[in-house]
């Protein structure tokens, strides 16, 4: 514990093995309040909206946001040429609204507090022709209510863009992190931005202080929101058209093997949460973060879960990984992936864009550095000699302007060509 906090204090990568993590999660799933039942009740609302989704959101074609899976043997050769069993992506970086995983969580929580807010007041009944809440009369009741999120960026274009293209007002208050052309694609699509200083923990605390004194904002809370979780999990249940399609039969002996980037802990948590729920043994996940703010790893290990932040540890939480930039975890995810989580490891920016470039060399896929988090983890956690489906979940990159990712691109490239020398 001393050596591997020392480690983590100097910046270095680390890699920690969560020994609390029961291989069967049933007996842990079983003692809390949260199920499949939720998962396929969160995937039931999805469906309900879908034909509203397709007709305002006509790229996502039936109205179904999910993103494609597919086998990355070109990537696999140049990494991992001795690795047991075969590595796949699931391409969250492509999904379609949000470019980002957020398209999960975000539209999620936007479409459950809709319909709640809209049966309420007796615009809708659940079960009803859900295209209705797009006409004139609806959208100008939604009107009269403002969206609230606090983000990095990612979660702000989630938010935002849905929740403008329903009437909302909506307010994304984005943290120092936040990449300029994020804000500016919100603003093209009637967002307010507001702009912190700080980083994301102190832009949520006074995002959630300024819907506490107006009950006409909701506030998309990160750090808390049951919502945003549950849509992260239904991710377990549209995987099985994915394996099925590829002859995945995940196994305890063969197991299917998780590796997703985590910020406060949401989306990563989310999806595990849902997978072990769904292939119980079957599933091991790992959770990568930047070694600039590795709080979740930091929030299990001290056993301070929520209550912990980076910069109490002298560490800056300053990295190009914006999505992952968070000091401080979410609670209740916390506590749950030191049940849950199988290992948690820590990767350097630099190293973050050599494989956005190995990326695109191999396989032509296009994504953000954070989104890149996943890709050394069969290596960081000594998998490489388990016969496993491995399976890279890259979260973000859909929607990054050419110019800006051709410079991502051109760092990768020489970090990777100065690492050769
Ligand atoms: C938000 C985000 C994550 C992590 O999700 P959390 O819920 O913050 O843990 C990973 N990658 C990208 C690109 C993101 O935007």
Known sequence: MNKIMDEILSKNPVFYENRECPEDPGNFLENIN????????????????????????????DGII??????????????????????FIKLDSHLEVAGSIKAR??????????????????????????????????RQFLSGYSMSVASTGNLGLSIGIMSARLGYSARVHMSRDAKQWKKDRLLKNGVAVIEHKGDFTCAA????????????????????SINL??????SALRIKDNLKANGIVPTPKKPLILYLPCGVGGAPGGITFGFKSIFGRSVKCYFAEPVASPSMLLSVLTGKYGELNVNEYGLDNRTELDGLAVASPSDF????????????????????FRLLYLLNESEGVRIEPSAAAGIPGPAITENLQTDAFHI?????????????YDKMYSRGKSVYENSRN
């Open 34 to 61: 949260i199920g499949i039942r939720e998962i396929q009740d969160a995937e039931e609302r999805m469906k309900r909206f879908a034909p509203l989704i397709s007709k305002i959101f006509p790229e996502t074609g």
């Open 66 to 87: 999910e993103s494609p899976f597919m086998k990355a043997p070109d990537l696999q050769k140049i990494l991992y040429p001795n690795m047991e069993g075969n590595l």
């Open 105 to 138: 969580g975000g539209i999620y929580e936007v479409m459950k507090v809709t319909e709640e807010l809209l049966v309420e007041n007796n615009f809708l009944v659940v079960g009803d022709d859900y295209t209705k809440i797009g006409t004139p009369q609806i």
């Open 205 to 224: 605390a006074m995002a959630r202080k300024e819907a506490k004194n107006d009950n006409k904002i909701h506030f998309v809370d990160d750090e808390r």
């Open 229 to 234: 979780f549950m849509g992260y999990a239904v």
């Open 333 to 352: 995810v916390s506590h749950m992936m030191g049940m849950l989580c199988n290992g948690f490891y820590t990767v350097t920016d630099d190293d973050m």
């Open 392 to 404: 890279i979940w890259t979260t973000g990159g859909l929607f990054v302007p050419g110019e800006i």
